[in-house]
Every structure is written in structure tokens, then in C-alpha cells.
Antibody, heavy 116, light 108 residues
Framework: QVQLQESGPGLVKPSETLSLTCTVS?????????WGWIRQSPGKGLEWIGS???????SYSPSFKSRVTIFLDPSKNQFSLNLSSVTATDTAVYYC?????????WGQGAQVTVSS | EIVLAQSPGTLSLSPGDTATLSCRAS???????LVWFQQKPGQAPRLLIH???VRATGIPERFSGSGSGTDFTLTISRLEPEDFAVYYC?????????FGQGTKVEIK
């Protein structure tokens, strides 16, 4: 059974970098598929942040492109999100997910609040 | 970028009714990459349908997906009280991944 689990600080100060990690179990992230990050701000819909392929090719939403980095850590079967220069508008639940074929899997989400 | 437009925005129905939700894409989408989710307040999205018509594990048969090209439909037969929620369609193929704006199914 494939499982994804987000982890990282729940509180980040304005202007700092938000860092989250997604630990994948039951499947090797370097075998296939794309691995991505999605967020949901309070009361809003789902917003794609960016994705990385199993071979390390990244794609980012233009809304975040100047601030976002996604990378793989194959040794730990994890992929991570860095979002720099955060503001209160980055307060959201952040989800990691698998896509581009097969059964989609999502994590349960990580609440991140940006506040001083 | 594939833009997904869901309609209607809100559907007011009674338990036992049939709900028909539409997801229209701005360009043709491979059925392999069309997904439907259900979301209730305070919960993560729950996978219902992937590959346009394949029910996820544990999803009741009253949920069905259909469509191809640019027009996709989620049908919920015999609505149960627990089915009142927000439903999203998603394109999750080659990035960018995109989402519809959601359809809220509410109790009439």
C-alpha cells in the first residue's frame, strides 16, 4: 500500500522559508510517476504549487516560480518543498501527492501558519 | 495549461436524489489523468474516481465517473447524508496539474 506523509514546522515567520518533506512508503519515488505539492488556503479551493518527476525534472506554477524549489531525496524515499519569502497569504494546508498515471495518492495534509 | 470548469457551482438536492456534476476541460484530456475528489470540512480530499471512471478502493458503487475528451461527469446515485460535500475534478497528467473550482452538493 502506497502512503504519503507530510512533515515540517507548523509555524513559519514572515519572510522566512517554509520547508516541508513528504515521506513515501510502499513505492520508490525514482521508479515512475510525478510527485507534487498542492495547497489549500482557508476557505479556498485546491492550488497546485509544483511537481517533480521520478527522474528529477521539475515544473512549477507561475504563481510560485520565483520562490519555490522541489527536490527528491532518493536515499530516504522523500521529496521536499521549499517556499521562500513567505507571507500570511501562504498560510494553508499543504498536501503532497503522486500523479501522472496509476492510482493517485495524497498525504493527509500539513497545516502551516505564517505568523510572527 | 488545461483549465477545468466545474458546473454547477452548487447543487441543492435531497437524500435519495441523483447528483450529476460536470467537469469541462479547455482542451482534450487523456482519461488516464482525470480524477474526482470529495472533500468535507476540515478533512483532506478523498479520492473517488481516477482515470475518469475507475472507482478507488472502498468507494461505493453509487459513485460513477464517465466522459472523454473535454467533457467529464461524476454521477452520485441515491444520495446518502454523508455524500453532501464539495467535489473537485483534477487533471494530474504532465504538469501543470490543475483543479476545477469545485461543486458543492448541499441538502435541499
Amino acid at each position: 500500500q502506497v502512503q504519503l506523509q507530510e512533515s515540517g514546522p507548523g509555524l513559519v515567520k514572515p519572510s522566512e522559508t517554509l520547508s516541508l518533506t513528504c515521506t513515501v512508503s510502499g513505492y520508490s519515488i525514482t521508479s515512475d510517476y510525478y510527485w507534487g505539492w498542492i495547497r489549500q488556503s482557508p476557505g479556498k479551493g485546491l492550488e497546485w504549487i509544483g511537481s517533480i518527476s521520478h527522474s528529477g525534472t521539475t515544473s512549477y506554477s507561475p504563481s510560485f516560480k520565483s520562490r519555490v524549489t522541489i527536490f527528491l531525496d532518493p536515499s530516504k524515499n522523500q521529496f521536499s518543498l521549499n517556499l521562500s519569502s513567505v507571507t500570511a497569504t501562504d498560510t494553508a494546508v499543504y498536501y503532497c501527492a503522486r500523479g501522472r498515471g496509476g492510482t493517485p495518492y495524497w498525504g493527509q495534509g500539513a497545516q502551516v501558519t505564517v505568523s510572527s | 495549461e488545461i483549465v477545468l470548469a466545474q458546473s454547477p457551482g452548487t447543487l441543492s438536492l435531497s437524500p435519495g436524489d441523483t447528483a450529476t456534476l460536470s467537469c469541462r476541460a479547455s482542451q482534450s484530456v487523456s482519461i488516464s489523468y482525470l480524477v474526482w475528489f470529495q472533500q468535507k470540512p476540515g478533512q483532506a480530499p478523498r479520492l473517488l474516481i481516477h482515470a475518469a471512471s475507475v472507482r478507488a478502493t472502498g468507494i461505493p458503487e453509487r459513485f460513477s465517473g464517465s466522459g472523454s475528451g473535454t467533457d467529464f461527469t461524476l454521477t452520485i446515485s441515491r444520495l446518502e447524508p454523508e455524500d453532501f460535500a464539495v467535489y473537485y475534478c483534477q487533471y494530474n497528467g504532465r504538469p501543470p496539474w490543475t483543479f476545477g473550482q469545485g461543486t458543492k452538493v448541499e441538502i435541499k
